[in-house]
Each structure stands twice: as structure tokens, then as C-alpha cells.
């Protein structure tokens, strides 16, 4: 029913206001009292906000590598993971439509010592022409990789 209701918030676009009065509401009614008081709680809404980067001519969001990373891990077996990981990483532009006014750059990165793994976006940038300055649309990704190796890789238990 929880992930019912959170659907149909979501498709009728109720907002934040509308959703806690609705789950008020049910919370009344002693079959109910479990849902949340929050309709961000039923939405599952991230706590984090996103940093949006200004890399010209666009906008860069980075999403934090290390927690990619260990969120991508942590639904594989322990046997598959290896002991040491090898990255492939890798950017393409592609432009949203025929008349190349809005352009996309993700950055990519899989890990190429597991068989069949699909790429992990860490990075997007958006803008009207590809990145001007390269340095500005790796510096974030670079930072955290940096942040990683000094701090003596990746500690993951499952």
C-alpha cells in the first residue's frame, strides 16, 4: 500500500504540503498509524542537496565517487567483488536534440576487473556547447579520486 500511495503522490504531482495533509489524514485511522508523517519519508527524498557546479559554458553536477561506488557494490556477491578494482573511465558529448542546443557529458566509470559491470555515472555536465575548459570539467571527479587514493582506497564489508 506504501509503495501505492507514494506512486500516486508522485503521478497526480501532489506536493509536499498536499501528501502530509493526505497522510495526516490516514495516519487517523488505526489501520494507517504506520505510514510516515512525511510524505519525503514516503518518497524516499535524498537528505543531500545537490551541488550544481558552474562549468563554462553549463552546469556540472558531481555525484559523490566513493558512495557510487560503495552503493554499486553493495548489491553484488562478496565473491564477485575483487580485492583491488580497476577503473575504465570515460566521457562522450551527446546533444538532446537535432539542433544541438542543449549538449550532455557524462562521465563514466566501470569497473573493468568484474565481468559484464554496467557503468556508474559520477558526473553530468549540461550545456549549450561541450565543456570550454577541460581541467573545469574533471576537477571534481579528479578531487574525489585524489581523496580516495590518499586515503588508502576504499574500505568495503558488504
Not at 559520477?122 to 581523496?147: C, M, R, W
Not at 588508502?152 to 564489508?157: A, L, R, S, V, W
Request: hydrophobic fraction near 40%; aromatic fraction near 8%.
Amino acid at each position: 500500500f506504501r509503495e501505492q500511495l507514494a506512486s500516486c503522490f508522485v503521478d497526480n504531482n501532489f506536493t509536499h504540503v498536499q501528501g502530509n495533509s493526505v497522510l495526516s489524514l490516514l495516519r487517523t485511522h488505526p489501520c494507517f498509524s504506520n505510514l510516515p508523517k512525511d510524505t519525503r519519508t514516503l518518497l524516499n527524498t535524498p537528505r543531500n542537496s545537490i551541488v550544481v557546479l558552474n562549468v563554462e559554458p553549463g552546469e556540472y553536477i558531481h555525484f559523490d565517487f566513493q558512495i557510487a561506488l560503495i552503493e554499486y557494490l553493495s548489491h553484488m556477491s562478496m565473491a564477485a567483488i575483487p580485492s583491488h578494482i580497476e577503473l575504465d573511465i570515460h566521457t562522450d558529448g551527446c546533444t538532446l536534440d537535432r539542433a544541438g542546443s542543449v549538449h550532455l557529458w557524462p562521465i563514466q566509470c566501470r569497473i573493468a576487473n568484474v565481468q559484464h559491470a554496467k557503468p556508474i555515472i559520477v558526473g553530468i555536465y549540461k550545456g549549450s556547447q561541450k565543456p570550454h575548459n577541460p581541467n573545469s570539467f574533471f576537477e571534481a571527479f579528479i578531487t574525489d579520486i585524489l581523496t580516495v587514493v590518499n586515503n588508502g582506497g576504499i574500505q568495503f564489508n558488504g
